[in-house]
């Protein structure tokens, strides 16, 4: 069952709950092209994926409530503690908040609450502006992170400033968060494949597609996943995906090390993206929300990383455009530059 246009969180919550417990449908949050699925499934959520081509992943009630023990056994969490949502219930991290509150047995609440989950953009609001959501979440307990690369000088001022920030990593075909402050929640495996592609498995994994023939995992049930990334004593760092690889001249440049190495070194934030070109067949394209020396950005990557990971065009002052749960839009921050070279 889609979720109808208007239903408030209460009513959302208490669907949810009786679709876990299977006395209810299965509840799709977002557009849906199927009418019935299996009786194990609870929730179908859409995702887009590295490709761009819509999927419907199929999340069982196994599933949804393992991650939610594995994420309560992490933070500490009691029965009676309460949630907060923060973030759109048509991404899987919205979702995962209703049913935390459902194993809780609380409610989901607006104000003093216990945990929250929120994207690092509105954390740089909260530490900025936003000053009654920053009290709400000094207030919390713990207050998820996740959704994107979390710049390191922003965590560092959050935690400054009395914030609980837990750093997660995770996807809709892992029901969502499954790596915490780096570390692996119980029963969750973390593979390196071809030296740099992460590999993913565990109890909180999705079943299916819906209505693809493409599997969701190998045969091993290994969850390959579209980040690249290395493990270092038993911890997983995400280094970028493998649809922010660019060829430039001939050359791999991941758009994800460099908007993290910028953003790490500089107090500006910086966006990379990629236009067509017909010299290098990839631009490599960079943006920042002020201004900065073009030529000390040049050297600094080239020392960093080669003479390909010099950018062709830029972009200062301009606000750097996300998806809804805060992921960069490099598509539409490319179709900017598109305009400036034509």
Excluded at 90 to 98: F, R, S, T
Excluded at 297 to 319: C, D, M, S, W, Y
Aim: proline residues 4%; hydrophobic residues 40%.
């Amino acid at each position: 069952m889609e979720i109808p246009a208007g239903w408030s969180t209460p009513q959302i919550t208490a669907a949810l709950a009786r679709a876990l417990e299977g006395s209810g449908p299965a509840l799709a949050f977002g557009p849906s092209n199927f009418n019935s699925v299996d009786s194990e499934i609870a929730v179908v959520l859409p995702t887009s994926g590295s490709t761009g081509t819509p999927k419907e992943v199929a999340l069982t009630t196994e599933a949804l409530i393992a991650s939610a023990s594995a994420a309560h056994n992490f933070l500490g969490a009691k029965a009676g503690q309460s949630w907060s949502l923060l973030l759109p219930t048509n991404h899987i991290a919205g979702v995962n908040v209703l049913v935390r509150a459902i194993t809780l047995g609380s409610e989901v609440v607006n104000a003093n609450f216990d945990f929250t989950s929120i994207v690092p953009t509105q954390l740089y609001r909260a530490l900025n502006n936003d000053f009654a959501l920053l009290e709400s979440l000094k207030s919390a307990k713990a207050v998820l992170v996740g959704g994107g690369a979390t710049n390191a000088d922003l965590l560092n001022s959050a935690r400054t400033a009395g914030i609980n920030v837990v750093t997660t990593y995770g996807m809709s075909e892992m029901c969502g968060g499954c790596i915490y402050n780096n570390e692996p929640l119980a029963g969750v495996e973390i593979q390196i494949r071809d030296e740099t592609r992460i590999a993913l498995r565990g109890p909180m994994q999705a079943k299916r597609y819906l209505g693809l023939n493409k599997p969701l995992a190998d045969s091993e049930n290994w969850f390959i996943t579209d980040d690249l990334g290395f493990i270092k004593d038993r911890k997983l760092y995400v280094t970028g995906r493998v649809d922010d690889q660019i060829i430039s001249g001939g050359e791999k440049i991941s758009l994800g090390a460099i908007d993290s190495y910028l953003n790490e070194k500089y107090e500006l934030e910086f966006m990379s993206c990629s236009i067509s070109s017909p010299e290098w067949g990839q631009s490599l394209c960079l943006a920042a929300t002020g201004t900065f020396d073009s030529e000390e950005i040049k050297e600094a990557l080239r020392i960093h990383f080669g003479n390909q990971a010099v950018p062709k065009l830029f972009l200062e002052n301009t606000e750097l455009p996300r998806t809804a749960i805060g992921k960069p839009d490099r598509k539409k921050l490319a179709t900017r530059f598109e305009m400036m070279s034509s």
